[in-house]
T-cell receptor
Framework: GPKVLQIPSHQIIDMGQMVTLNCDPVSNHLYFYWYKQILGQQMEFLVNFYNGKVMEKSKLFKDQFSVERPDGSYFTLKIQPTALEDSAVYFC?????????????FGSGTRLTVL | GDSVTQTEGLVTLTKGLPVMLNCTYQTTYSPFLFWYVQHLNEAPKLLLKSSTDNKRTEHQGFYATLHKSSSSFHLQKSSVQLSDSALYFCAYDSGYNKLTFGKGTVLLVSP
């Protein structure tokens, strides 16, 4: 079936540095999402993105976070600067449409460790 | 506020036995419920979804019925297989695919 690829699968950085998490969504999809999962807790919605714009973001989407999809390539989540509490698994997802009946396709996640 | 509560932790079963993983929700929106399954080192994948009250939905031997009266969407299978060992998430959609997830249940099936 359709696949969402996330690169890299693990990333370790020092607190205060910038990190960019990359997501290669399903090729014809138009809606993109990031979810965050802290160890032992549920996956939580961060942001959704369509037509070059953020549609909705949660309170977890701090000012240090930004998303973009330049020239229809990777969908990225940038954190600058990083903090210890940003350590989590970040899941990217995409869907063809934005309605509630649409299926979200998730990547396998990027485990981010901030030291 | 909106939330999803599911059977927490680990459920261990012997192959061939039935399973039910509980999921209840609280939301002010019209509910649209999902079950996702995540096998080890793989991406979460949609297993089932429903927004229709009292209608059973099935996929790959798993089934669930949305009951709005009890705010539940329990996942069931009549006979589990070794390949069903995975992490299962219940979730609902509050609009624009903003999913609220439960904490997940690990199902471990032994021979």
């Amino acid at each position: 079936g359709p696949k969402v690829l996330q690169i890299p699968s693990h990333q370790i950085i020092d607190m205060g540095q910038m990190v960019t998490l990359n997501c290669d969504p399903v090729s014809n999809h138009l809606y993109f999402y990031w979810y965050k999962q802290i160890l032992g807790q549920q996956m939580e919605f961060l942001v959704n993105f369509y037509n070059g714009k953020v549609m909705e973001k949660s309170k977890l989407f701090k000012d240090q976070f930004s998303v973009e999809r330049p020239d229809g390539s990777y969908f990225t989540l940038k954190i600058q600067p990083t903090a210890l509490e940003d350590s989590a698994v970040y899941f990217c997802a995409s869907s063809l449409g934005g309605g509630r009946t649409e299926t979200l396709y998730f990547g396998s996640g990027t485990r981010l460790t901030v030291l | 506020g909106d939330s999803v509560t599911q059977t927490e932790g680990l459920v261990t079963l012997t192959k061939g036995l039935p399973v039910m993983l509980n999921c209840t929700y609280q939301t002010t929106y019209s509910p649209f419920l999902f079950w996702y399954v995540q096998h080890l080192n793989e991406a979460p994948k949609l297993l089932l979804k429903s927004s229709t009250d009292n209608k059973r939905t099935e996929h790959q031997g798993f089934y669930a019925t949305l009951h709005k009266s009890s705010s539940s969407f329990h996942l069931q299978k009549s006979s589990v297989q070794l390949s069903d060992s995975a992490l299962y998430f219940c979730a609902y959609d509050s609009g624009y695919n903003k999913l609220t997830f439960g904490k997940g249940t690990v199902l471990l099936v032994s021979p």
